[in-house]
């Protein structure tokens, strides 16, 4: 009897322990979590790459990023910190392009991360007019960000290593004897390696 009683209680401990053990494995379910092994495989990805300033920093705010390519996305949003994601990379997208104002930088995909980092100087150059003739201005005064350059006979202008903009948009000054002074603001999507610049004459 009493070796009955002892089999008894172990096969009331076992099946006591087993039932211990089902609740525990069921407990992550009923409380809507996951073990911590899935959690691992579950993580965000890395970020695909980062946009930086010139020293290394985030980007100013209202940077824009665009992936280049057949098909790929225009645009892209970029996190405060300069990162973005694109997990899986769309098929198409051949590079990245990074642009501030006239600030451009750009890179390939396919690397891992991708880093783009915008210059610290920038270049205006193009051609100043008449508004009327479409003929050459020559030597009128070309002022944008603190420097100044004069066009030549074909009218042409070139300042080279503007510091980086505060601003998406840049102010452009244009004087010429004869002529109405003209100030323009150029935007971010506006080029600023070939500007056309018309003056009237007052």
Known sequence: MARMLRGTRRTVLLLAAFCLLLVISL?????????????????????????????????????????????????????????????????????????????????????????????GVFTLAGRVVDGETREAVADAEVACQGRVARTDERGRFRLEGLPAPERERITVEVRARGYRDLRILRGRDAPFDDVFLKLFRR
């Open 27 to 119: 407990i992550p379910s009923l409380l809507g979590t996951r073990p911590l092994e899935e959690d691992a495989g579950r993580r965000p990805p890395p970020p695909t790459g980062f946009v930086r300033s010139a020293g290394g920093g985030p980007p100013p705010p209202g940077t824009r990023l665009r992936a280049l390519g057949p098909g790929a996305p225009r645009e892209i949003r970029l996190a405060p910190d300069g990162s973005f994601r694109l997990d899986p990379l769309p098929e198409g997208v051949t590079e990245f392009e990074a642009s501030f104002g006239p600030l451009r930088a750009r890179a390939e995909a396919g690397r891992s991360p991708v880093v783009l980092e915008l210059p």
